[in-house]
């Protein structure tokens, strides 16, 4: 599978963006789609993910309550809607296909997209 991440861009401080994660490839309903982001001089860190079927989701926890993952298995596509962003947010985000498994560590995902950038201005 393909992934092909979109949305990243600049933002003030409390604002709201929305990722997209779009895959290529029939098997899109049989992956566990994660989001990770790096920041620059940092490690890279989980952020989110959501089951195969869309029923199970899990959150960093600095991101509880603020982002929302999701899936439309019909148009191979996860997204990331984040609000209340602060600058602490700013980062590289990639989206990343683990088969046939929902899972925080990113070196259980096969498959990653290019990474899309969020800035958030104080």
């Known amino acids: 599978v393909q992934l092909q991440a979109f949305g990243g861009g600049l933002v003030q401080a409390g604002g709201s963006l929305r990722l997209s994660c779009v895959a290529s490839?029939?098997?899109?309903?049989?992956?566990?789609i994660g989001w990770f982001r790096q920041a620059p001089g940092k490690e890279r860190e989980f952020v989110a993910v959501?089951?195969?079927?869309?029923?199970?989701?899990l959150y960093e926890d600095s991101v509880k309550g603020r982002f929302t993952i999701s899936r439309d298995n019909a148009k191979n596509t996860v997204y990331l809607q984040m609000n209340r962003l602060k600058p602490e947010d700013t980062a590289v985000y990639y989206c990343?296909?683990?088969?046939?498994?929902?899972?925080?560590?990113?070196?259980?995902?096969?498959?990653w997209g290019q990474g899309t950038e969020v800035t958030v201005s104080s």
């Open positions: 990343a296909a683990a088969w046939n498994r929902m899972s925080s560590m990113w070196y259980t995902h096969d498959y």
């Open positions: 490839g029939r098997t899109f309903s049989s992956y566990g």
């Open positions: 959501i089951s195969s079927s869309g029923d199970s989701t």
